[in-house]
């Protein structure tokens, strides 16, 4: 199923205030534009670094530029197509600071 991307415009914020992180998250959303995903585990086919967490959460973190960058969504698979919710972008140290707080279930930034 293809995967509507909800929060597009939080992206592009980011790479705006990031400049950094453009060329990777440009590449990232060519590569979701493109995929075809039927279960949760294809999303590891698309992006192999991704982590799925557990605990029911129906979340994925996904590394980005080479683990520079981490961003957090929520994903729900329906009939016609998989919806990406971005909940959480920065750092792999603001990461960190999610984690050790124990917000990484929980956090909706956007």
């Known amino acids: 199923m293809k995967v509507h991307l909800i929060r597009k415009e939080t992206i592009e914020a980011f790479a705006e205030q990031n400049a950094q992180s453009r060329v990777s998250f440009d590449e990232w959303l060519i590569k979701l534009k493109y995929a075809d995903w039927e279960v949760p585990a294809d999303m590891k086919i698309t992006f192999p670094p991704t982590d799925l967490f557990g605990k029911g959460s129906g979340r994925a ?25 971005v909940c959480w972008i920065g750092t792999h140290a603001e990461y960190n600071k999610l984690c050790n707080a124990g917000e990484q279930y929980s956090v909706s930034n956007y």
């Open 61 to 85: 973190i996904f590394d980005i530029g080479g683990n520079k960058y981490r961003m957090i969504c929520k994903y729900a698979f329906g009939d016609k197509q998989v919806h990406l919710f």
